[in-house]
């Protein structure tokens, strides 16, 4: 379900790329539409399943309460479990909303260029012809005209206008970001034309609109950026969306945090888009390759991300764990948990813990040097458990 569900997300991306700068048309709609009602099916057979999930989980949860001999771990790994089904069915919601309200906003477009007016409109060249040939079916002509063309004009003067006060008004409500409240000398009105320029372009080119950049922009200063390393972090962070298919700002949100959890927040805009870069392709390809995606990571992160950077692992190294992790039904902040309780005993490791991984062919001098990495440990754990049960393994 995973797969046909990114499958679709890709297909609705070439469509939006191959329709872009074109001009709106029935039949490029009713294409946008049909995949989109693909996609909904496939988000109600992917709620079903993880609410039967929840279910299971829940009475799991109430069966080991009810038991005189289920031990508190056996409740709390239930309770978690629980917990993820709950988080992924909510997920998986949100972006069924999202589809929905996405294909009401196309219905309502496609009844308008239906209607014989918005035709008439649109075939302005014809006008002469097509008024004459109409004129007998209208009680008067001037008034008429008047109410069924003109009217709409000024509405559409209004809404422009509008849009673009919402607009200016989001770039200025900036300034007191960038300057911490201090006064906005030349130097910051400058900075907020980059960024209104670079707002305008990036809608254009990545098919989101200003206010959701505006947003996202917004709230990487909030965090601490300044002009230039938003400037720099935010075309990679407008990239992975459109390749990997998550919500805008889902995308910004997890790309941020991770980049300071690991270390990569710069001062310069070269340096932002070369990490933020480095951030978006890890996390992009192991949504794409996997079943995880950039909210689950984003969860996994927080809990992880600190420990693994303290630990000298790699972000791709991190990433990919989680998203091995997620395959087997471990996603979100239970794969975050798992993964920095396991680096902790490398860490920190008791003296159980250290004949433990010695019996594994693991040194924890080693791995605490750099010498040995997560890769080379999961290698050792695999070759040195051949021939183990599960049980066995688990116990150890």
């Given at each position: 379900?995973?797969?046909?569900?990114?499958?679709?997300?890709?297909?609705?991306?070439?469509?939006?790329?191959?329709?872009?700068?074109?001009?709106?048309?029935?039949?490029?709609?009713?294409?946008?539409?049909?995949?989109?009602?693909?996609?909904?099916?496939?988000?109600?057979?992917?709620?079903?399943?993880?609410?039967?999930?929840?279910?299971?989980?829940?009475?799991?949860?109430?069966?080991?309460?009810?038991?005189?001999?289920?031990?508190?771990?056996?409740?709390?790994?239930?309770?978690?479990?629980?917990?993820?089904?709950?988080?992924?069915?909510?997920?998986?919601?949100?972006?069924?909303?999202?589809?929905?309200?996405?294909?009401?906003?196309?219905?309502?477009?496609?009844?308008?260029?239906?209607?014989?007016?918005?035709?008439?409109?649109?075939?302005?060249?014809?006008?002469?012809?097509?008024?004459?040939?109409?004129?007998?079916?209208?009680?008067?002509?001037?008034?008429?005209?008047?109410?069924?063309?003109?009217?709409?004009?000024?509405?559409?003067?209004?809404?422009?206008?509008?849009?673009?006060?919402?607009?200016?008004?989001?770039?200025?409500?900036?300034?007191?970001?960038?300057?911490?409240?201090?006064?906005?000398?030349?130097?910051?009105?400058?900075?907020?034309?980059?960024?209104?320029?670079?707002?305008?372009?990036?809608?254009?080119?990545?098919?989101?609109?200003?206010?959701?950049?505006?947003?996202?922009?917004?709230?990487?200063?909030?965090?601490?950026?300044?002009?230039?390393?938003?400037?720099?972090?935010?075309?990679?962070?407008?990239?992975?969306?459109?390749?990997?298919?998550?919500?805008?700002?889902?995308?910004?949100?997890?790309?941020?945090?991770?980049?300071?959890?690991?270390?990569?927040?710069?001062?310069?805009?070269?340096?932002?888009?070369?990490?933020?870069?480095?951030?978006?392709?890890?996390?992009?390809?192991?949504?794409?390759?996997?079943?995880?995606?950039?909210?689950?990571?984003?969860?996994?992160?927080?809990?992880?991300?600190?420990?693994?950077?303290?630990?000298?692992?790699?972000?791709?190294?991190?990433?990919?764990?989680?998203?091995?992790?997620?395959?087997?039904?471990?996603?979100?902040?239970?794969?975050?948990?798992?993964?920095?309780?396991?680096?902790?005993?490398?860490?920190k490791p008791s003296k159980q813990n250290i004949e433990g991984f010695s019996e594994l062919g693991i040194s924890v001098a080693d791995f605490k040097k750099g010498t040995l990495t997560l890769?080379?440990?999961?290698?050792?754990?695999?070759?040195?458990?051949?021939?183990?049960?599960?049980?066995?393994?688990?116990?150890?």
């Open positions: 379900m995973n797969s046909s569900i990114k499958a679709t997300a890709a297909e609705l991306r070439a469509q939006d790329a191959a329709f872009k700068g074109s001009e709106k048309s029935i039949n490029n709609m009713r294409s946008t539409y049909d995949t989109l009602s693909r996609q909904s099916k496939n988000y109600q057979a992917q709620l079903q399943k993880q609410r039967e999930r929840y279910d299971e989980n829940s009475k799991a949860v109430e069966r080991l309460n009810k038991s005189e001999t289920a031990s508190q771990e056996e409740i709390n790994r239930a309770t978690k479990l629980q917990a993820n089904a709950a988080s992924q069915y909510n997920r998986t919601a949100a972006a069924a909303a999202q589809n929905e309200n996405r294909m009401a906003a196309l219905r309502k477009e496609i009844a308008l260029q239906s209607d014989g007016w918005t035709k008439v409109s649109n075939g302005a060249s014809k006008f002469a012809s097509v008024t004459e040939k109409t004129s007998s079916k209208l009680t008067s002509f001037g008034s008429t005209m008047t109410r069924a063309v003109t009217a709409p004009i000024a509405i559409g003067f209004v809404a422009a206008a509008k849009s673009a006060i919402d607009f200016n008004s989001q770039i200025q409500a900036m300034g007191p970001l960038l300057t911490n409240g201090g006064a906005i000398t030349a130097k910051y009105r400058a900075q907020l034309d980059q960024l209104a320029s670079a707002s305008k372009k990036w809608s254009v080119e990545y098919g989101i609109s200003t206010a959701a950049i505006n947003d996202g922009m917004s709230e990487m200063i909030k965090r601490g950026y300044i002009a230039a390393q938003t400037l720099g972090a935010m075309p990679a962070v407008l990239n992975a969306a459109k390749a990997s298919g998550d919500d805008f700002n889902d995308v910004m949100h997890v790309s941020t945090s991770v980049l300071e959890q690991f270390g990569l927040k710069t001062e310069s805009t070269t340096g932002m888009l070369k990490n933020t870069s480095r951030v978006t392709d890890a996390l992009t390809y192991i949504a794409n390759a996997t079943a995880a995606g950039f909210q689950d990571m984003g969860e996994a992160m927080t809990y992880v991300g600190p420990s693994a950077h303290a630990a000298g692992i790699s972000l791709e190294e991190t990433a990919a764990a989680i998203g091995i992790m997620s395959n087997k039904g471990i996603e979100g902040s239970v794969a975050g948990t798992a993964l920095r309780g396991a680096l902790t005993r490398l860490l890769p080379e440990i999961l290698d050792k754990i695999k070759n040195n458990t051949k021939g183990w049960t599960d049980q066995q393994r688990v116990l150890q």
